[in-house]
């Protein structure tokens, strides 16, 4: 059922009519929760991520909670939620008729969906939308007083970044908790080296190479690899968001964002300037609407080191995730399984490995119980910016300044109209052609 988000007090108040005094003085509090409260859970996007690792992560970081509203776009998708959320929690032998108290009156469908959801009596919003709507869902979940879980990236273009970024204000003045779902921040290897180099084991960094070699993740929603006739150009393109740019942000954003933000950590900061080139020679079928298939991007940080990122996405090939880092004083080796440092000071973690995916759920039930608040949302905004601007220097062939990216670029690649209908797909890039906005 829909309420006034206001009505329920006794978990948490997610009024942003806080008094200034309030604001100033203990907001955090306003938020907290005794620890044998259940947190209740409303649920935006029901692909592969909100009914796999979204929900089931929330459930395995805390079985208190309960799952209570859901929509998604299209109604296909939320007919069969249940059962695909079901069926994943039975792998993982969590309580499915404990967590999931989603009634006929608490699903939704169709553009204004996430409205509904965030309607209803609800403590954490998990946002596992398409990136184009991030920045409107995520505005919409903190104005209404909700704390968020949000998937990566939260943007496609400067535009939304800029968004996401003054939300997150907003949200950080109502004591609102922010959760990214860059889980490899919570990895406990990735975090003993990145302490190491903090303290001095790399010297001073010169230069790396990131590297993101993968399949073209053609099974990707088959069922809808093949357009119908009753689909608009709008359903069509929603449907495979993942090769549209304007929907995904192509794939060095949507993906490889995650390789991007941990380069970002390790050297302590956004890049400064990009440059890069790419394009598409296997993913040429019509089931890719306009994405690119490999793309080469070289980051230059503020002290002068330069770190190139390779990444593609194509079947057949040979498969590598990983990063090298070279210091005056050492050289890392970082992969989303290890972490080694070798030099003057070397490194090898050999410790616990708890589950980062899980864990960044933990932390999220934990600061909202405890009203001890966490805001990622600048940082994740960063990190997806990273990504854009690698991008926009690949599809332009530009050398471009993250100054002018963040601030100047009007490009907004959201569609003027949310509504299924005629909606033409943009040419694939082509570097040296594509214009710079």
């Excluded at 950590?265 to 890719?288: C, E, F, L």
């Excluded at 004083?329 to 980062?356: H, Q, W």
């Excluded at 530009?398 to 949310?418: I, Q, V």
Aim: aromatic residues 8%; hydrophobic residues 40%; contains cysteine.
């Amino acid at each position: 059922m829909i309420i006034d988000p206001i009505s329920r007090r006794k978990f948490i108040k997610t009024t942003g009519a806080a008094s200034v005094a309030s604001l100033l003085v203990g907001a955090q509090n306003l938020h907290a929760a005794g620890a044998n409260d259940k947190i209740r859970i409303g649920l935006i996007g029901l692909g592969g991520r909100g009914c796999g690792a979204g929900i089931i992560d929330c459930a395995e970081a805390d079985s208190n909670i309960e799952l209570v509203a859901m929509g998604d776009l299209f109604p296909d998708h939320l007919e069969d939620a249940k059962e695909r959320i079901r069926q994943n929690m039975a792998k993982r032998n969590l309580p499915f008729k404990d967590i999931y108290k989603v009634t006929a009156d608490t699903m939704f469908s169709g553009f204004d969906a996430y409205k509904k959801v965030i309607a209803c009596d609800v403590d954490l919003i998990i946002l596992t939308t398409p990136p184009v709507f991030r920045p409107l869902h995520f505005k919409a979940a903190v104005e209404a007083g909700k704390h968020v879980f949000i998937e990566k990236p939260v943007a496609v273009d400067p535009v939304g970044v800029r968004d996401i970024i003054n939300t997150s204000k907003l949200a950080e003045a109502k004591g609102l908790t922010v959760v990214a779902g860059t889980q490899m921040r919570r990895a406990r290897h990735i975090m003993a080296g990145i302490e190491q180099i903090r303290e001095g084991a790399m010297g001073e960094i010169l230069s790396g190479q990131s590297t993101r070699i993968g399949g073209a993740l053609s099974n990707w929603r088959q069922s809808e690899a093949i357009r119908s006739k009753s689909w608009s150009d709008m359903e069509w393109q929603l449907r495979r968001w993942l090769f549209t740019t304007w929907g995904s942000g192509d794939f060095i954003v949507e993906q490889h964002v995650h390789n991007l933000d941990l380069v970002d950590w390790v050297m302590g900061s956004h890049p400064v300037k990009a440059i890069g080139t790419g394009g598409r020679q296997n993913r040429t079928d019509s089931i890719y609407p306009n994405v690119w298939d490999h793309v080469s991007v070289e980051y230059e940080y503020a002290n002068g080191a330069r770190v190139t990122h390779i990444g593609s996405q194509i079947d057949g090939v040979s498969s590598r995730n990983d990063m090298r880092i070279d210091g005056t004083e050492g050289r890392l080796f970082l992969s989303f399984a290890k972490v080694t440092i070798e030099g003057k000071k070397p490194f090898k973690y050999d410790g616990p490995r708890p589950n980062p995916a899980v864990q960044e759920y933990k932390d999220t039930l934990d600061a909202i119980r405890s009203g001890n608040t966490i805001n990622e949302g600048k940082r994740i905004a960063q990190s997806t910016m990273t990504a854009i601007l690698g991008r926009m220097a690949a599809y332009t062939g530009r050398n471009l300044s993250w100054d002018w990216a963040m601030n100047a670029s009007k490009l907004d690649l959201t569609p003027k109209e949310w509504k299924f209908g005629d909606h033409a797909i943009a040419p694939v890039a082509v570097p040296g052609l594509t214009k710079l906005v």
